[in-house]
């Protein structure tokens, strides 16, 4: 995830909850305690703390949670972590490790930042329980000989952040953190925890590292890749560490090397796509979101709780890599699996909702048809189907009329279009919200293609290239939530119409936005080919 | 016309406006009446049950004994009236009801279940006694959600501490039968400091039951969410109110549940 936000979503996890601002990159903490016990599970990464406490399977669970905490599946390290309580319930460290993960939030620092400014500094329930296991593991870290010099760095830190009462939480376990390194100056762990909790991310678009964090936390895992370069959190915490860096691209060796050492948990083989996306290796993206799809169908299959929102994220950005790819079957497939999808009470019954692997993969559809101009599939009524929340509606009415304009229909897209108005004035009125942004966008973009295909050429290209920079200015999400990138479609028009160079000009800007976009590097091609005078008019 | 415009001037002045927010608890559509069991009215009048006249006969159609309700009481000076009335429906009212709903009025049927001692259960051994039945799982982590509904039964165990066991029994069904055991919702029971002679917690396949009276439920990212319906059934065995949500004042539900004591009487 670049810095912006994978998707914004709302995830109350019960009707009556207020609304989550979350994402599903990251699989959501459980709002229950994990009832059923942890095995012991290979591909999980190996990772080593040494814990006080008399029983080897207590440290065997220890070690698999922190390694699942590594890489952000709280629920499954919860779990591993409440094994290892009971099997030794004196040690004071596996209660460190729920008070560690059961709230959700051990997360990149920019990703907990980003979050709070979006929707609001919130609690979540499970917080609880994380706060609960903190105490609990400082009462247990008292007892003689119970724990560790070094364990009780490790609690305090912990506790600090758990405190209800604190002013800035994550401030106070950055500084539990550091008081252990002050100690303990070589504790891996601790770098790590320290790296992941200050690392700010970029800013954008000038790719400054933001203050205060991202260097040192650059510096701190940089200085730890010769030292454990078999570590998964490393990799995994050098991928956020230089996304959105000039830099990135030296988190490739990482991306790869973190896949192979976890190769059985969703989000380390989804994670290195995100940083081949941005860099445009949408082959390996593909690649990368497939195998991490295969392995979360088994976890799925075995477990009826575990919910569908991290897999719709993966399977939509598959969708997404094959459609930039330009692999129109593969990316229909992907879509195709996430419409199966049935939405649960809650998601069926809101008024507006993006996420959910049905609403997802109802997207990449969107996507998938639009960039590749099937507008002969748009207008079937059924590949694209109906979706009754009004979001969905002013989408679909949108690709309808884009549809229509670009096949010289000018009465079917002044309807759909208008259509497309009804659905803008529903979303108001039911969700009681503004128009979503990449909507208004959505709105200037048709103008143009109305336009264009009145016969105003200039005057549409110009509202085009109006649309592009709006949509450029779109608070970034991963996959994106713009169908697909208006300069792409700019482009489109202007070869049509026989203008180069303003083809090329757009391409250009859409490859810039997304390198590597076939459907980009197709129409520069051909626009360069329209420029080069040929041998023989020479 | 100007006199006319004058008159009607005067009474709209002299009338007063307040909003209302209740519970119906029983329609008498011939009266032209509503019996409300209403939260506090401003300053103008603390919580109580009281009958209200409606303006419009029409808008006591789809009313029934439980449905949350908002209107505006004018008060005049030799009499009040309700006005736009209007049903209100909280979160819970985006879930669609499942189509084996019941209606106010239809039998419930009979089921088997266990409760938190782990005795059969069936609806037909209530056969005389006015049962309220709510949903709620005993891990659910809101506050405002399950441990609510079920701080509200433990009130009304309390205020019917009389006819508790005879002629009225509280159910608390959960929507999470695979955690939630005899053993784990005896240990609820006792959290709550439940009779078990007039509260019963019922696990097993309740499926048809919350069905049929609208309890909507299901698994979601390590979690179970569920709507929250709490009904009143009659000493025949039929569906006579239904609450919708968590908010209800339980006052409100005490009122339902008295009246159906009385209507069997």
């Known amino acids: ?538 | 016309m100007l006199g006319m415009l004058a008159l009607s001037l005067a009474s709209a002045l002299a009338a007063k406006s307040y909003p209302v927010d209740g519970i119906v608890v029983a329609v008498d559509p011939v009266a032209r009446t509503m019996l409300v069991a209403h939260r506090p009215i401003g300053k103008y009048m603390g919580a109580m049950m009281m009958p209200f006249r409606v303006e419009n006969a029409a808008e006591l159609t789809g009313l029934y004994p439980g449905v949350r309700i908002q209107f505006d009481l004018v008060v005049g000076k030799d009499r009040s009236l309700a006005r736009n009335v209007r049903k209100s429906g909280g979160a819970d009212a985006e879930i669609a009801p499942p189509k084996e709903k019941l209606k106010i009025g239809e039998p419930v049927a009979d089921f088997r279940l266990s409760d938190q001692q782990g005795r059969e259960v069936r609806l037909d051994e209530f056969r005389g006694k006015v049962l309220a039945v709510n949903f709620i799982y005993t891990r659910c982590p809101l506050p405002d959600v399950c441990p609510r509904l079920s701080a509200n039964f433990a009130v009304l165990q309390r205020r019917f501490q009389q006819a508790l066991g005879k002629d009225l029994m509280l159910l608390s069904v959960t929507v999470d039968p695979d955690y939630d055991t005899p053993a784990i919702l005896a240990d609820y029971a006792k959290r709550w400091g439940a009779d078990s002679r007039g509260w019963r917690f019922l696990t097993g396949d309740v499926a048809s039951l919350a069905a049929q009276l609208g309890e909507v439920y299901w698994t979601d990212e390590g979690s179970i969410g569920h709507n929250s319906m709490t009904s009143v059934i009659g000493r025949n065995g039929r569906l006579a109110a239904v609450v919708e949500g968590a908010g209800y004042r339980v006052d409100q539900l005490e009122h339902l549940i008295a009246r159906e004591l009385e209507e069997g009487k």
């Open chain 1, 1 to 538: 995830m670049k810095i912006g936000i994978t998707l914004l979503a709302i995830a109350s996890l019960a009707v009556a909850q207020a609304p989550k601002g979350g994402d599903n990159c990251t699989p959501p903490p459980s709002a229950l305690a994990p009832t059923l016990p942890a095995k012991l599970l290979p591909g999980m990464g190996t990772v080593h703390l040494a814990i006080t406490t008399g029983n080897p399977e207590t440290q065997k669970f220890f070690d698999q949670g922190l390694a699942q905490m590594h890489s952000f599946w709280a629920r499954e390290a919860e779990r591993s972590f409440l094994q290892a309580a009971a099997l030794d319930p004196e040690a004071p460290m596996p209660q460190w490790g729920v008070a560690m993960v059961a709230a959700g939030d051990w997360r990149p620092r920019f990703q907990i930042d980003l979050l709070s400014q979006v929707s609001g500094r919130q609690t979540p329930p499970a917080t609880n329980r994380a706060r609960t296991a903190a105490q609990r593991a400082v009462e247990l870290s008292q007892v003689a000989g119970k724990a560790t010099d070094l364990e009780k760095l490790y609690i305090a830190a912990v506790a600090a952040r758990r405190d209800p009462n604190a002013k800035d939480a994550d401030e106070a376990f950055v500084q539990g953190t550091r008081a252990l390194l002050g100690k303990y100056p070589g504790e891996v762990e601790a770098q790590l925890d320290l790296a992941l909790t200050i690392m700010r991310g970029f800013t954008l678009p000038d790719k400054k590292p933001r203050a205060p964090g991202t260097t040192e936390a650059v510096a701190i895992l940089r200085s730890l890749l010769p030292k454990v370069p078999d570590h998964p959190g490393l990799h995994h915490y050098i991928i956020h560490g230089f996304e959105g860096a000039s830099f990135a691209k030296e988190a490739w060796p990482s991306c790869e090397k973190y896949a192979q050492l976890v190769p059985n948990i969703p989000h380390a083989l989804h994670m290195p796509g995100h940083i081949y996306s941005q860099t445009g290796r949408w082959a390996d993206a593909a690649k990368a979101f497939s195998a991490a799809a295969e392995n979360e169908r088994g976890y799925m299959q075995q477990d009826k709780q575990y919910g569908d929102g991290h897999h719709g994220h993966n399977v939509h950005y598959l969708a997404t890599a094959y459609s930039f790819e330009g692999r129109y079957d593969d990316a229909v497939e992907a879509a195709k699996e996430l419409l199966a999808f049935k939405e649960n009470p809650r998601q069926a019954g809101a008024p507006d909702l993006m996420t959910g692997a049905m609403a997802q993969g109802w997207f990449a559809m969107l996507r998938t048809l639009v960039q590749f101009e099937k507008w002969d599939a748009i207008l079937d009524g059924q590949t694209l189907p109906e979706y009754a929340k009004p979001r969905q509606q002013a989408w679909r009415h949108w690709a309808r009329a884009v549809a229509y304009a670009n096949k010289g229909n000018a009465a079917g897209a002044q309807e759909e279009s208008r259509l497309f108005e009804q659905a803008m004035t529903d979303f108001r009125v039911k969700t009681q919200r503004p128009e979503p942004p990449e909507l208004q966008v959505a709105r200037e973009e048709l103008a143009g293609h109305l336009e264009v295909a009145a016969g105003h050429i200039d005057k549409g290209l110009k509202q085009l290239e109006g649309a592009s920079k709006a949509e450029r200015k779109l608070t970034y999400t991963e996959p994106p939530y713009y169908p697909r990138p208006v300069a792409e479609a700019m482009g489109h028009a202007a070869l049509r119409n026989h203008k180069p160079a303003i083809a090329e000009r757009s391409f250009r800007i859409a490859l810039e936005q997304y390198p590597s976009d076939a459907h980009a590097e197709n129409g520069l091609k051909a626009a360069m080919k329209l420029q080069t005078p040929s041998l023989a008019s020479r």
